[in-house]
Structures are given as C-alpha cells and as structure tokens.
C-alpha cells in the first residue's frame, strides 16, 4: 500500500505549463506527503474539472484519505482515512468513478513502497523503496475524490504491481496514467476509465535515497534597499 509520495515545485511549475490553473499556496507545501489523521489533516494537491466542465482544469488541495467509521477493537466507532482505491467494484468507491466529475489526477514526482529489508532510511523515518518515471520529472496517479465534512477528499486507485514495483510490493501499487490517458480518466464512461486502472507500461527506476524536500521560497527583498 503506498502510504508516501512526493510532490515538489517541479509538479506545480509542470501544471503551470499545461494551463492548469493552480488553486492553492504552495509556497510552503511539504514535499512528502503523508494520509491525513483525524486530529492531524494533511493536504496534497490534485487536478480535476472546474465547475464549469472540463475545461479549464483546476489544481487545489485536498485531504489525503476518504474517511469511513469502523468498529474499533471494543467495538467502538472508530474513524479511518483510506487513501489506496484498491477495488472498484466496492461501493465505497463505485459513486466517484461513476462520475466523471468525481475523478482526478494527482502529480507526484516520486512514490515510496515500504521496503521488504526494513530498518530505517536516510530521513530516520522507515526504510521505502522510492519509485519516479525514467523519462517524465512528473506523473498522475489516477485519483478519485469526494465531498466530505472536512472538505473534499481524494484517494488514488492501485491496481496489479509491474515488473519494478512487484519484488518490492507484490501486491499492488499506484495507478498511474501516461498523458494520453488523462483526458479520457476525467472524462469518459466508467467502463473506459476503469480499463485504465493497469500496471504502468514505461519506463521508471527506484533508489532508496529519500526525495529532497523543497527549498524555502526567499522573501522578496524591497526595491528601496536597492
């Protein structure tokens, strides 16, 4: 289950570029992002159709995990954040993919698979397999998202491991869709963007050094000092 990925200044300058409008102070976003936490919320940025239609696209922030309740160990309702869109057949998930309005595209430029020798990683934090696309600085995961009392909330969906996730995470990982892909994942039928949900086909390398995390954007000097 990828519970850690990474956004970073290059995935918002690469909206940027694309026309999509950017909806969210990214001055001091973490690069790594985490599931958000009943007392801890935590935001990563995602792309979907603007009120309007499809076009233009909007870039904002949303919680990390769809909240649902539980029964905890003494039987008390326990409220969980899942952020991995694993079946899409279940209920949980079958009203976002249904419409289209309800899917989106989340940028990361690295994805992280707890690594099978454990231990702990550069960052102190436990060990990850970092995952990123050979020949793109940015990728989408295909994502789904929905209005909740906290504010909107996205998940990505996962699907069968390709040849470089699967010895690291032989269960699952990331959906992820080549930029063919996209219009189609926030657009078309159900049916069409379900068949998307696929190993991803390109090329893509892993390391174990952690992503840095983005630099301090300097304040502005003013001009009268000059």
Known sequence: MCNRFHQSEKAVAYLRERGIIVDVDVTDRPGQLFPTGA??????????RSAEGNRPLIASAMEWGFPTTIKGAKGQPLRKFVTNARNL????????????????????????????????????LPKQAWFSLADADVGMFAGLWRATDRGPAFAFATCEPNALVAPIHPKAMPAILP??????????????????VRPYAGPM???????????????PVPDELF
């Not at 390398?205 to 304040?219: K, N, R």
Request: proline share 15%.
């Open 39 to 48: 007392k801890t919320p935590r935001y990563g940025i995602t792309v979907r």
């Open 89 to 124: 057949e279940s209920p949980f998930w079958r009203a976002s993919l249904a419409n289209p309005a309800h899917r989106c595209l989340v940028p990361f430029t690295h994805f992280a698979e707890p690594h099978p020798d454990g231990g702990k990683g550069d960052d102190g």
């Open 179 to 196: 930029p063919a892909d996209w219009d189609a994942w926030l657009e078309a039928d159900a049916d069409t963007a379900r068949a998307l």
């Open 205 to 219: 390398v892993m390391q174990t050094e952690t992503p840095p995390l983005p630099q301090p954007v300097p304040a």
